[in-house]
């Protein structure tokens, strides 16, 4: 069952949906522009290529429950 549901939230994803879990919390899909980065071993600026990152945002209730615990 377990299975089931991260493959229906993968697929989600894949098609560029967010995924809400009431109760728990919403996985977001965020589109980073082209930025200057530096090589820290170096000091080089290099260019960082824009793309889709995925991020979480816990819900309230989540938030509440860790705070509490």
């Known amino acids: 069952m ?22 728990f919390g919403t996985f977001l899909l965020r589109d980073k522009g082209e930025r200057m980065g530096r090589n820290p071993k ?17 819900s309230q209730m989540l938030k509440d429950r860790i705070a509490g615990a």
Do not use: C, W, Y
């Not at 170096?42 to 816990?58: D, M």
């Open 2 to 23: 377990v299975e089931s549901i991260l493959q229906h939230m993968v697929t989600a994803l894949g098609d560029g949906e967010n995924v809400k879990i009431s109760g």
């Open 42 to 58: 170096t000091g080089v600026e290099v260019p960082i290529t824009p793309r889709r990152v995925l991020t979480f945002r816990a």
